[in-house]
Each structure stands twice: as C-alpha cells, then as structure tokens.
C-alpha cells in the first residue's frame, strides 16, 4: 500500500475535466452524446497562428528557451497589456506558462504558505480552491448568489478579510456564471483590497468574449496602489480557440514574477519553444478571427439563452461574457450531481454539476459547441426536466 502525500489527499479530481472525458468516451462507443461539458470552442486555432508555429517548427525552434518564455512573446504581451488594457508593465513583469491553470497554480506556489488566507467568491472556476490547497493554503469561500449577479460585493469582501489574507481571487467574466463585473464595482473592491493591503490575482482568460456592450475592466487599470497589488492571469485558450497549445500567462509586481520563474525553472521550464511562436503570431496579427469566434458565441447564447428560457423548473441569468449558461436547478430537487448523472445516463446530455463550482443547486452549460449539438441537446433537457 502507497502511502500518499496528506496534500493529494484533499484534492478530488477535476470534475469538469472527468465529465468532458466520459462524454468523449461514451461517443468513442457510438453512444450519441451531446456534451456541453468543458468549456473549450469548437472551432480549429486560426490558420495564421498555427503558420506560425510550423514556421518555427521548421525553423528550427525545437531547443530549450528561457523558463519565463521567449522575450519576443513577453515583450508582445506586455504591448497587448497596455494597448487593450491599460497596464503598464515591462517583459520581465511577465512569464509564461503552460496554460491559464499552470499560470494560476504556480502563482499560488511562490506565494501562498500553510495558514494563508485566499479569498474565493462561489461559484467559482473549479481548479482555484484545490490550487489553494495544494499550496498549504486555506480558501475562504464567500458565497454569492442571483441577486448580486453571482458578483461579491465590496461589504462581503471585507468582512472575509483577517489578518491571514493574503490573496483575493477575482474572475471576470466569470466561469462559471458568465457575469461581468462594471467599472463601479471593480473600483469598489479595488478600494477594499488597497485599504486592507492584500493582493488580488484577476483572472482575465474570458476577456474577449464579452456581449451586449458589457466592457472588461482590470482591476490593476484603476490606480498605482491597485496596480502594485495586482496580478494578471490570462491566456490564449478561451480567445484564440487554443485550448491545447496550453499557453497563459502572469504579468505582476517583478519580485514576484522572479519567484513564479525559479518554481517554473525547476518543474516545466519553458512553455513548448515553437508553440509560443504562435502565441505571437495571435497577438500581433489581425484580431478579426476572435471576433468571428466572438459573435458566433453571441449567436449561441441567444439561441440557448431562449430554450432554457422555455424549460420549466429552471432558470438563468442572461450571462455577459464567456460561453457558459449556469442554471438554477433548486426547484428540481435534485442535488447537481443526481441531475447530471441522471440526465447523461437517460438524455446523453452532458453538463457540469454545480458543486465542482460551489453552487450544489445549479448547473453548467457550455455553449463553446455547434448551434446543432446545442438545439438537440435542449431540446433532450426539456424532456429530461419535465419527466422529473
Ligand atoms: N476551463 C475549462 C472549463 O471550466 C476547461 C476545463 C478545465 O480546465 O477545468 O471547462
């Protein structure tokens, strides 16, 4: 018997991962599932970033590169911080990783110790507590609901604030919710996190895909004392359709950057050398592919957004951005986990139970899928919900 270590102990598995791999396996068998399980786009990576990448491919960057990732794509990301943005950092303010969630826990690597506090709005993106954990922190979840918006508000914030908070994390757009925080209430939590001194880690990965005129603030736009307590996370999965390439990013404050590099120089090193060159190529070239992809996922939401709308015993927010619906199930009875088994098992549809993200009493859909697969998949939950 394999004595584990007490942290993987603590850590289940990734539910959104785990459900999207049971539907890839059951339509592997012939069974005709309809998955809106993980949020990934349906849509191949841009011709002229994948060009890219076989250009260097054949030019022969194939070698080892710096472990923060290669100075021409930190240089290009920090362009791109400060022209969308308005963040103004340098290259070494930034280090790339594999992917958003690499990102993300190497941040909690170099930064959180046993007893540290990490603030957590629910729901929540699934990973951000087991990442907490696993670093010996603690997270402290504050839990939100419809009425805000499934936002924290600044009243909420401070009073989940002790002596051993150390980082808050904000993610807007939000998965799984959808909801984008306005201007107004980022300041407003920008004004708790610089009066009671601790940091914010702002998950940005949703950020082009936003609807309606909704806009995307980052917090660290806001002022210099908000700027020097604010990390970036961000990547080119969600809005550049390369959910596999795993290339995200951390820009922040430099002595914390240096620490993010030293975990990253003795675990992954570099970011895959030739994919990066595709990383480039997304950010310096036309962004109309990321529009396109953008006002499909306008199209879909509206198209799910009314099924749903249609369905008895559930309901939803129309989201603001990302490709997520997340839908209220309480009337139903059932917890999300007997409603997602339940329905894969007797609808093929699959979707993510709210509990991977704090919310036992909702669902998630994505709709990162085909209009087709989204109608038939509706249409098969509508059949599912009034036969409950
Ligand atoms: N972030 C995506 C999701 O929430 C991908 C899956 C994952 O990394 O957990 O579905």
Not at 243 to 261: D, N, Q, V
Request: a neutral charge; one cysteine or more; hydrophobic letters at 40%.
């Amino acid at each position: 018997m394999i004595k584990l270590a007490a942290r993987v102990g603590e850590v289940p598995p990734s539910i959104t991962l785990a459900i999207a791999a049971k539907a890839k396996a059951m339509k592997a068998e012939g069974i005709d599932v309809c998955s809106l399980s993980t949020g990934e786009p349906d849509f191949d990576t841009p011709e002229h970033i994948k060009a890219a990448a076989k250009q260097a491919l054949d030019s022969g960057k194939t070698k080892y590169g710096p472990a923060a990732g290669e100075p021409e794509l930190r240089a290009a990301i920090a362009r791109k911080l400060r022209n969308d943005n308005n963040l103004h950092y340098q290259p070494e303010n930034i280090i790339v990783s594999n992917g958003g969630k690499h990102s993300l826990y190497n941040l909690m690597m170099a930064l959180i110790e046993a007893g540290d506090e990490v603030i957590i709005p629910a729901p929540y993106w699934v990973s951000y507590p087991e990442m907490v954990k696993l670093a010996s922190g603690k997270p402290v979840i504050v839990q939100t609901d419809a009425s805000t918006g499934y936002k924290i508000t600044p009243e909420q914030l401070r009073q989940a604030i002790t002596p051993r908070t150390k980082l808050f994390v904000l993610n807007s757009p939000s998965n799984p919710t959808g909801m984008v925080y306005s201007q107004g209430e980022i300041k407003a939590l920008a004004e708790v996190i610089v009066d009671r001194d601790i940091l914010v880690v702002s998950d940005e990965i949703y950020e082009k895909i936003i609807y309606d005129g909704a806009q995307h603030v980052s917090i660290g736009s806001l002022g210099q004392e908000i700027f020097d307590r604010t990390i970036i996370s961000s990547g080119f999965a969600k809005g550049y359709s390369m959910t596999g390439w795993r290339i995200g990013y951390l820009a922040g404050p430099i002595e914390l950057i240096k620490a993010t590099s030293i975990v990253q120089g003795h675990s992954t090193s570099n970011v895959c050398t030739f994919a990066q060159y595709g990383a480039i190529a997304a950010l310096e070239s036309s962004q109309e592919s990321v529009e396109k992809m953008r006002l499909a996922f306008a199209d879909r939401r509206e198209v799910i957004f009314e099924l749903l709308d249609s369905i008895p015993k559930i309901s939803c927010i129309k989201p603001d951005g990302a490709f997520y619906m997340f839908v209220n199930i309480s009337k139903t009875g059932m917890t999300s986990l007997q409603f997602c088994d339940a329905l894969l098992e007797q609808q093929k549809v699959a979707v993510i139970p709210g509990i991977a993200f704090g919310a036992d009493d909702h669902i998630r859909l994505s709709y990162a899928t085909d209009l087709g697969t989204i109608k038939k998949a509706l249409e098969r939950l509508d059949k599912f919900v009034r036969h409950i």
